[in-house]
């Protein structure tokens, strides 16, 4: 028997707000959350721009031991899900009852790896890294905080996909209750944006070097694009099938109608037309739409030459003359990367539930293929009942999501 | 390093690492339920001690102590052996 998926909650630590109302308000005004960092420029980065997200203080919230087993992006993650357990009202003693299950996106864990074995070269000793670096070096950390954190007690799994690991947490978890297998589940995705996060992805170019104006840097589909600016924080959603929902008499804010994925089957970093066109098409399908259903389309797009001029050709091979409004809001937020896939449906969903479409910000001058686009420069006031939320990541991993309004 | 710095430095990090109540350490208190540590714990004890005195305790070494007193005793040993060397 096969089920349908309705989102009950959501919650959000980002760079542009702490919180689902903070966020929703950026996104309205078209508020960047980018800083240029001068620890990074000292540490050797070609660009020392970054999303800002600051670290919550955690201490009255978490006693010490799970305090201290936790890296960045688990504390963000924490946040998203504290607040998103809220929105669904559920809470622990809720878990306690019922199998719930946890699927995150994450793809690294750099400081405390960096760290750990720094301070065993050091010390010449590996019980001086501490108790608590194991379960932080791992890549499921974040699940491994927080199933033990909130007592869950269903499927309990680290979705890593590179950039698409936070879509596709939330295409597993819609999978998973489709098919029965779970009533609920949190999916989600983290991204720590400590200086160990991203030297790696810096040394290839990627990063945008305008770094005398860091609010304009990240400027998705415009023609004067140079590079993405990395970002981070945490973004949970809470999935459950809608007889599940109902019968709680659990608030329903959307649907998940369709998930679309597919492998670009060449290069590793290259972006292909192809391989984003097939996850489109897989979706559409998959929620048995056709193009001109889409109201809006929260793009993938992180203001890279290459990677926006294929996404945007993807695009309009599948919508052509049916396009929807189209924008990303990695222009205000940076690219949250491992969390992107599940932060871009919370923000997509702010934007359904409040009628407007965020903009696309910084975006100028459109070059030969974003022309072709219908993208929101300014914010939109306007009603949608689906969006489309487009994830793609390094090795040709692609995810598309299609979210239908709850009314 | 004296004694009463020795203590003052053992209360510090155990206050604000380990979130032991201060009250709570007194010489002659019991000192595994004052702890109240588990086998993580413990790691991080070693790490504490090896961060604020400069020497490794073996985890066996803590089965011998009994009181804070103990502790104590034991760390102002190991200093001393320390410095002596």
């Given at each position: 028997m096969s089920h349908r998926v309705v989102i009950t909650g959501m919650g959000i630590y980002s760079c542009i707000g702490k919180n689902l109302e903070e966020v929703k308000q950026s996104l309205y005004t078209g508020k960047s959350g980018i800083i240029l960092s001068p620890e990074r420029k000292a540490f050797g980065y070609r660009s020392g721009l970054t999303g800002f997200v600051e670290r919550p203080n955690l201490k009255g919230l978490l006693d010490r031991r799970a305090r201290i087993m936790m890296p960045e992006h688990a504390e963000y993650a924490y946040m998203a899900t504290k607040e998103a357990m809220q929105t669904a009202g559920v809470d622990e003693s809720y878990f306690e009852k019922n199998e719930v299950g946890l699927i995150y996106g994450n793809d690294s864990c750099a400081q405390a790896v960096i760290e750990g074995i720094d301070k065993v070269r050091e010390?010449?000793?590996?019980?001086?890294?501490?108790?608590a670096s194991v379960f932080q070096v791992l890549n499921s950390t974040i699940n491994m905080n927080l199933s033990t954190i909130f007592k869950l007690r269903g499927i309990n799994l680290t979705l890593s996909a590179a950039c698409a690991s936070g879509s596709h947490a939330i295409g597993l978890g819609y999978m998973f209750i489709k098919n029965g297998h779970q009533d609920m589940i949190i999916c989600g995705g983290g991204q720590e944006t400590n200086i160990y996060s991203m030297p790696n992805f810096d040394a290839l170019g990627a990063f945008s070097i305008r770094e005398d104006e860091p609010t304009k840097a990240s400027r998705p589909f415009d023609r004067d694009r140079d590079g993405l600016v990395p970002s981070g924080g945490g973004a949970t959603v809470i999935l459950e099938s809608l007889e599940h929902a109902q019968a709680r008499g659990a608030h329903i804010l959307a649907e998940v109608i369709g998930y679309g994925f597919s492998s670009?089957?060449?290069?590793?970093s290259n972006p292909s037309v192809d391989g984003p066109a097939r996850s489109l098409r897989m979706c559409l399908k998959d929620a048995g739409l056709m193009a001109r259903d889409i109201g809006y389309l929260n793009a993938?797009?992180?203001?890279?030459p290459a990677g926006d001029a294929s996404e945007a050709k993807a695009i309009f091979e599948v919508f052509?003359?049916?396009m929807p409004w189209v924008s990303s809001t990695k222009g205000m937020t940076g690219h949250e990367c491992w969390m992107a896939g599940a932060s871009e449906v919370v923000y997509s969903t702010l934007m359904m539930k409040n009628e407007f479409i965020a903009p696309n910000i910084n975006f100028e001058n459109p070059d030969e293929d974003s022309v072709k686009l219908k993208i929101a420069t300014e914010t939109q006031k306007t009603k949608f009942d689906v969006y489309l939320s487009n994830s793609f990541g390094f090795g040709g991993t692609n995810s598309s999501l299609i979210i239908k309004d709850w009314k | 390093m004296d004694k009463s710095t020795i203590i003052s430095t053992i209360h510090h990090f155990l206050v604000e690492?380990?979130?032991?109540?201060?009250?709570?350490?007194?010489?002659?208190?019991d000192l595994k339920q004052t702890l109240d540590l588990d086998s993580l714990d413990y790691v991080d004890l070693v790490v504490s001690i090896e961060s604020n005195f400069g020497f490794k305790v073996k985890p066996e070494d803590f089965s011998k102590m009994v009181t804070m007193s103990d502790f104590y005793d034991y760390v102002e040993q190991k200093v001393a052996e320390k410095t002596a060397a």
């Open positions: 010390k010449k000793d590996t019980m001086l890294v501490g108790s670009n089957g060449e290069h590793i993938h797009a992180t203001s890279t052509g003359s049916d | 690492d380990f979130e032991i109540d201060e009250s709570t350490l007194t010489p002659e208190a």
